[in-house]
Structure formats: structure tokens, C-alpha cells
């Protein structure tokens, strides 16, 4: 068994820059264990040392992704999977969980799934069952009952439900508690900026969520529920797709993170109703992304904290290849390559309290890729990975 690999004769890019440097990994610590010249002396000291050559390539960190389905598949319509059974699901999102990782996805957030199924997949990464990124997951959405993504939520009304409901999550081991704050694009009926938990739900799932420490996230596309949620204290908004100056400005002010998803709209719109989409979900879709052009100018310009996150799952948004296109999106939604890549690494890993992760770093989880080029100038560096390490273990 390799005891060190050290890739060698590259060049380093993260949230730090660009440097020529070789990077050594260790299997056994799971770890970046020297970074530049000392990788030589780590090799000298190693049992067994394998040389990767590198040489005109980049070693980037792994790309976390805030926001994914992994028991959804990219179907037009997502309503079909509803009279599938649980353990279908849990193929599929073992099936997922591989196309991410061979992708350069090393660590995941699913924000909603049947019962425990993304938390058990996430331990069947860390236990080695699976090869696949690492899992942050939230288990079941919180609702309102008939809300946004009720088939696979946990429905509850009025406060002490809400707080039942988190309680539920916690005792599964939840280490995010998702809900819906207003209507969304792919639920038969739901309005999309409409809100759906009230103010007095949302302050008592994170104040639920708070007292064991646990971040929350909520669905929100309107700009009243948006600062309902932000003023309730949520940790991240997704989507966010009618936001204006004043509510950027309040995201800005409270530090709550921003996760797009432009994949999701992007995937309905491009494919419509002659790709099988519900027309509802189509015309939702289409009067979103009208307005999303401005909320990412309002976001931009007021400093708004910036995650990856691209829904992968819904529509023609597939995993796989949900990364790549979440990073061009952004920057066609103006952001430069270095801001897209931080937003993919460091940001998203301090989102879901990875404090290991994001760079490339001694001490820092060897979840690295080798790249043709460099992702600090050029997103579509990440279309074919050379080779992905996870763990420092080569999955690619």
C-alpha cells in the first residue's frame, strides 16, 4: 500500500493564489502533509512513496457543493419519483455520490431527502462502504403542510410543531436543519416568492436548531421571505431569486450566506416543455430567472457571502456535472474565477463546518484534483479531472 503520494512538478491553485509547488498526500492521516519544499523530505521519510507526475497541471482543492439532492436523478418531471421505493432512492444516491466525486465534488450538503437517506449515505462514505464526497446532510426539510417539497418534508405547523420537527432531525443526527420559507418552482401549486413558514416558525427552528449548535438553511425566493428568514437568523438562503438592494443589503449586514443554485433555473428554462418538464414548473422557472440577473447584481454590490451550492437533482441538472456549470453560471452572473473558486472551496467548506478543508495546505484533508488548467483564470478547468484524490486515497 502507497504510504505517501507527491504529486510532483505542478503548480498549486486555491483561495490563496497561484504557486509552483508539489503537494504530498498521506492515505494513512487522510491529510496534505508538506506543501512545496518539504514534500521532498516527506517522500525521503516515507515507507513507501509514489511520484505522480504533475508537471504542467494544477492542484486545486475539491469542490464542495452546498445544495444537492442525492436521491434525485435529473428526471424532467420529479414528481414521478414519488412512487419510488426507499431503497431505489438509495441506489441512486449511492450512484450520485460516485459521479460527484469522480467530478472533483469531495463534500456535499443535501438539503432534503425521504427519512434518513442522505444522512445514511453520508455514513456509508465515512465508514467506506462508498467512495463519494463527504455528506452534510439535514434529512427531512421542515414545512408548512401542503408546502414547498411537502412528499419528501416534514410537515408541521405552528411553532411547537416546528420545534418538534427539528428535534425529529437533531435525534437523527442532522447536521443542518433545512426548511421552506417560501413556495418554489417544482411543487404542484406552491407560489414560488410566496412566503410559507411564518416569522414566529422560522425563529423557533433555528432557535432549536442553535441550542445544539447546529446550522440551519432555508428554500426562499422571495424578498419578504428572504428577510424573514434572515432576520430569524437562518445561516444560509438558497436561491434567493427575487432579491433586491435592500434585501442583499440585509444579507450583507447579518453575514448569512448566499447559495444560488443557478443550475436549477438554468436547467428548466434551457430544456422547457419539450424536455418533458411540467408547463408549470416551466413558466415559474421563466418568470424566476427574469428577475435572478438583478438579484445577483444587488448580492455583488452589497458584499453578500457567496457558497456554491447548484440543487443537483432538479431538472436536466445532473450530477456529475452540476459543478462545472454552477461555476460558469457564476461568473457569467459576474463573479471572477478566483471569487467563483473561493466560493467553491473555502466558503462552501466554512458553510458546512468543514474547517479542514478548501485549501491546499499542510494539515488540511488530502481531498485534491489535478487539473489541465488553472481554475484561478479559466472555470472550465474543472470539465475533466486528471485525477481526484479523496482522503488521500486516488479515486481517479
Known sequence: MTSLYVLAGGRVADANGTRDADVALSPEEGRIV?????????????????????????????????????????????????????????????????????????AVRDLGAPGTLALDAGTAVETGVLDGPRVVA????????????HRFGREADGADEVRKAVREQLKHGAEVVKCMATGGVLTEGAQTGAPELTPEELETLVETASAKNVPTAAHAHGQRGIQNAVRAGITSVEHATFMDRETAELLAEEGTYWVPTASALEGIVENGVEGGIPEEAVEKAEDARERFERAWEHALDAGVTVAMGTDAGTPFNFHGENALREMELMCEYGMSPEAALEAATVTGAELLGLDDAGLVEPGYRADVVVLDADPTEDTSAWRESEAVFVAGERIV
Open 34 to 106: 508538506a506543501v512545496g519544499d518539504d514534500a521532498d523530505d516527506a517522500a525521503d521519510d516515507a515507507d513507501d512513496a509514489e511520484t505522480v507526475d504533475v508537471s504542467g497541471k494544477v492542484v486545486a482543492p475539491g469542490l464542495v457543493d452546498a445544495h444537492v439532492h442525492l436521491m434525485m436523478d435529473g428526471r424532467p418531471d420529479v414528481t414521478t419519483a414519488n412512487a419510488e421505493s426507499r431503497e431505489l432512492l438509495s441506489y441512486r444516491a449511492a450512484a450520485n455520490l460516485r459521479a460527484n466525486v469522480e467530478a472533483g465534488v469531495t
Open 138 to 149: 439535514c434529512g427531512e426539510n421542515v414545512v408548512m403542510t401542503g408546502g414547498h417539497g
